[in-house]
Nanobody
Framework: QVQLVESGGGLVQPGGSLRLSCAAS????????MSWYRQAPGKEREVVAF??????????NYANSVKGRFTISRDNGKNTVYLQMNSLKPEDTAVYYC????????WGQGTQVTVSS
């Protein structure tokens, strides 16, 4: 069974950094693309970053709102995908989820990121 467990969220001041982790299990991690999504209060869930499977040289893409500030990466040996978030803004406040697009029905519990002074 697919399992995704996010961690690393917290409270950070504007301009600060956080690194989110997502441990995946139940599938051959290296063969599948992964994404990070976020959902702010009262808003729809939106995709933040995408990284290809290992066979595509870790191609990555980002939402315009985070481009240049966030970096997605993966460690296939650890079955883990990361989201490095720098220069955080209050509008980045949301619950962050990792997701394997090939397994559309499976979501983790998410990790809360709050950017506030």
């Amino acid at each position: 069974q697919v399992q995704l467990v996010e961690s690393g969220g917290g409270l950070v001041q504007p301009g600060g950094s956080l690194r989110l982790s997502c441990a995946a299990s139940g599938f051959t991690f290296s063969r599948y693309a992964m994404s990070w999504y976020r959902q702010a209060p009262g808003k729809e869930r939106e995709v933040v970053a995408f990284i290809s499977s290992a066979g595509y040289t870790n191609y990555a893409n980002y939402a315009n709102s985070v481009k240049g500030r966030f970096t997605i990466s993966r460690d296939n040996g650890k079955n883990t995908v990361y989201l490095q978030m720098n220069s955080l803004k209050p509008e980045d406040t949301a619950v962050y989820y990792c997701h394997a697009p090939a397994f559309g029905d499976y979501w983790g519990q998410g990790t809360q990121v709050t950017v506030s002074s």
